[in-house]
Structures are given as C-alpha cells and as structure tokens.
C-alpha cells in the first residue's frame, strides 16, 4: 500500500460535500483531531440539538449556531444568527480558512448557513446560493421555511462601508 493510500484508509468517514473552495458542508462530524488531520480550521456546529460536548474536536476553531429543523418557522433570533454565521463563514473563507458547516444530518442548518455565506461571499442571490448547495450537496435545503428566506433576500447588498 502506497503511503498516500494508507492515510486514506486511515481518515476518518466524513459525510460532507464540498460546497465551494474552503466551504463543506456535512452531518455531524468525527471527534478528536480528524477534522484537523483533513485540513479543517473552522467547525460550524449548527443544530440546536445533538451537539457534541464543547472540545470535542481539537485543533479547530469551533462556532455553535442554535437552529431548529422542527418543521416550524425559524425565530427572528433563529435568521439572525444564521445571517451572521453566514457573515462569519463568508470572512474565514476569505482569509483562507477550510470551514466545515454541520448539522444532525447536514441538510437544512447547515445547508441554511452555507448558502448565506456564499450569499454574503459572492455576487448572486439567495436563490441562486440555495442552488448551489442542492447541486453540491444532495438532499440539502428542503426545509420550506429556509428556502423562503433565501428566496427574499435581496439581490442588492448594503453597503458596508
């Protein structure tokens, strides 16, 4: 076995897809240092529920992101905190960062977030961002409610200046 088939066959599974260079987007992820042995610097923990104990994942910079897929209508508080981990996401991948965005099953939380980064990270709407997502990762985004916020987000950005 060659030294770069043993260390596949070492790594860790990771059910995770790539959404755009620096940005993946997965289901719950490995403990210990195997997110750091694939490249990751940045873990975004996005369900509100089944998290994993803070210092689970070592060698990362970790963010909590408290989101429901419960079949009801996100909170003010719920979009907000979306919108400004896409904001966060959107500045890591920026500045080089590797980030891997999750959720229980790494379809709607995470798939939220993603697309609001590329929203906030590229010139296309939010639409057009959710679409990437569902291309990139199979079975993303169907929760309806985080399509419509996506779906109203403006096409033009304020200014940040």
């Known amino acids: ?7 596949a066959a070492a790594a860790p599974a990771l059910d995770a897809h790539e959404i755009t260079e620096g940005l ?8 210990g240092d195997a ?31 408290g989101l429901r897929d419960d079949g ?3 909170t003010a508080k719920e979009i907000e905190s979306a919108a400004l981990a896409g904001r966060k ?25 993603c697309a609001l ?11 057009q961002a959710m679409m990437k997502v569902q291309i990139r990762r199979p079975g993303a985004l169907q929760n309806p409610w985080f399509q419509s916020i996506l779906r109203q987000l403006p096409k033009e950005r304020p200014c940040t200046s």
Not at 24 to 31: D, F, H, K, N, V
Not at 91 to 107: R, Y
């Open 1 to 7: 076995m060659t030294p770069e088939e043993e260390a």
């Open 89 to 113: 996401v959107a500045e890591l991948m920026a500045a080089g960062d590797k980030v891997l965005v999750t959720c229980q099953m790494g379809l709607n939380r995470s798939g939220l977030v």
């Open 35 to 65: 997110l750091e042995r694939l490249g990751f610097t940045v873990l975004f923990l996005c369900a509100n529920d089944h998290q994993p104990p803070s210092g689970s994942h070592t060698g990362l910079r970790g963010y909590r992101v």
């Open 117 to 127: 980064a590329l929203y906030f990270s590229q010139e296309i709407s939010g639409a």
């Open 72 to 74: 009801t209508p996100p």
């Open 24 to 31: 993946w987007q997965g289901a719950a992820p490995p403990a």
